[in-house]
């Protein structure tokens, strides 16, 4: 099964950037897509990054994402942070093998 | 716009069963799979099962597969799950979700029903 590992937890101050990680284990990156979804407390989830670095219209460009075939890893970054991205972030892709949707644990962004 | 709004959210008892509908506006209901997707107290989203755009396909999560079943009615635009054999464990919220490209790229999102499954 494919697995996806994100740190629990990123904190960083206002104005810096952060990025995120998303480690996959048991599938491969190289056969599909990663999306990353933002979502704040008591709101559904939205996407801010599509096919692994594609940003949706509406979504500041800021947010950047990446992938490293060889390491079977992706990232999230976001520039120039704001309070207003607090929120919980989680990588996703799809598993060939059995056509299954995969999420990553989720990372909680602090901005302080 | 594309809306998705779900309904059918509750309390229940293990062992007892829930409808989850979601109805859909805004776009070619026929042309996109659909999703479940649940966030559980402290573990983060889950996906819960698919269906294709002809509910000719369905696929389901490990953890509720022979339990939930997931439906569509494209003359209504709707889509539904049904969940039987209720477990404490899937007390979550319930989104259902629009794929855009049938690889779990999920472009939109309905605002959640509550499920609470306790004795």
């Known amino acids: 099964n494919f697995v996806l590992t994100q740190p629990h937890s990123v904190s960083e101050s206002p104005g810096r950037t952060v990025t995120i990680s998303c480690t996959g284990s048991?599938?491969?990156?190289?056969?599909?897509?990663v999306q990353w979804y933002q979502q704040r407390p008591g709101s559904a989830p939205t996407i801010v990054i599509h096919?692994?670095?594609?940003?949706p219209s509406g979504v500041p460009d800021r947010f950047s994402g990446s992938t490293d075939s060889s390491a079977n890893s992706a990232s999230l970054t976001i520039s120039g942070l704001k309070t207003e991205d607090e929120a919980d972030y989680y990588c996703?892709?799809?598993?060939?093998?059995?056509?299954?949707?995969?999420f990553g644990g989720g990372t909680k962004l602090t901005v302080l | 716009q594309v809306q998705l709004v779900e309904s059918g959210g509750g309390v229940a008892q293990p062992g007892r069963s829930l409808r989850l509908s979601c109805a859909a506006s805004?776009?070619?209901?026929?042309?996109?799979?659909l999703h479940w997707v649940r966030r559980t107290p402290g573990k983060g989203l889950e996906w819960v099962a698919l269906?294709?755009?002809?509910?000719?396909?369905?696929y389901y999560a490990g953890s509720v597969k022979g339990r939930f079943t997931i439906s569509r009615d494209n003359s209504k635009s709707t889509v539904y799950v049904q969940m039987n054999s209720l477990r404490v464990e899937d007390t979550a919220v319930y989104y259902c979700?629009?794929?855009?490209?049938?690889?779990?790229?999920?472009?939109?999102w309905g605002q959640g029903t509550l499920v609470t499954v306790s004795p």
């Open positions: 979700a629009r794929d855009r490209d049938g690889y779990g790229n999920f472009d939109f």
């Open positions: 805004g776009f070619t209901f026929r042309s996109y799979g």
């Open positions: 269906v294709s755009s002809d509910g000719s396909e369905k």
């Open positions: 048991g599938g491969s990156f190289a056969s599909t897509s």
């Open positions: 096919d692994d670095d594609q940003r």
């Open positions: 996703q892709s799809y598993d060939t093998y059995n056509s299954h949707v995969v």
